[in-house]
């Protein structure tokens, strides 16, 4: 098994422009998350889904959207970025209430 | 709502010198705690979780970690520090809907 992985790995953008970060899993888990991580701040959660087909907002859900089209796969949007939104993002999955996340390796993510 | 604090943000140990790192929280209900490691570049990796039983916890790499009702806490320790130990630490605490809340953070260096 994989576990959780990401693409990509490194972006650069310049501010205004767009991209889609994806996260998929091979664990078939139920429950996945985006969360970003700032230096002092720990993890945040941006969005998160509890099923396919399902998206719910996290703590920090402002500039972002997310989709779960598929069960292993939760894909999250950046429809215009903003120097606010350089930060590293990691995504994470669980099977249920009693399970732990499992956790991508994360996308390292700058906005000029 | 929930919420992790972590008091200290560095904490330097020398190499075979004992650890602790503090973690207290706020939930309503009965926790799920977690603590994950995140070495310099990579994911978050678990450590140990409390979901209840013993309030003394085991987990991998030689850590532990105790819930204390009463101080509303969920310190980590581990006796003899290695060099492969210096990393960032981050305690969790789980709430409704399986999403995590986390701590800011304790970034341990480890003097040889």
């Known amino acids: 098994n994989a576990g959780v992985t990401q693409t990509p790995k490194f972006r650069v953008l310049k501010t205004g422009q767009s991209m889609t970060l994806l996260c998929a899993q091979d664990m078939n888990h139920e429950y996945m998350y985006w969360y970003r991580q700032d230096p002092g701040m720990g993890l945040r959660l941006i969005h998160y889904?509890?099923?396919?087909?399902?998206?719910a907002k996290g703590e920090v859900p402002d500039g972002y959207n997310v989709s779960r089209l598929k069960k292993q796969n939760f894909l999250l949007g950046l429809e215009s970025a903003a120097p606010s939104q350089t930060s590293v993002y990691f995504c994470?999955?669980?099977?249920?209430?009693?399970?732990?996340?499992?956790f991508g390796p994360g996308t390292r993510l700058t906005v000029l | 709502a929930q919420s992790v604090t972590q008091p200290d943000i560095h904490i330097t140990v020398s190499e075979g010198a004992s650890l602790e790192l503090r973690c207290n929280y706020s939930y309503g209900a009965t926790p799920y705690l977690f603590w994950y490691v995140q070495s310099p570049g990579q994911g978050l990796q678990l450590l140990l979780k409390?979901?209840?039983?013993?309030?003394l916890v085991q987990g991998i790499k030689g850590f532990e970690a105790e819930f204390k009702r009463s101080q509303s806490s969920f310190n980590l320790r581990k006796p003899s520090v290695h060099w492969s130990d210096a990393a960032e630490y981050f305690c969790a605490v789980k709430a409704a809907g399986n999403k995590l809340t986390f701590g800011g953070g304790t970034r341990v260096l480890v003097k040889p």
């Open positions: 889904s509890v099923g396919e087909g399902t998206t």
């Open positions: 409390y979901f209840s039983g013993d309030t």
């Open positions: 994470a999955s669980t099977g249920g209430s009693t399970d732990t996340q499992y």
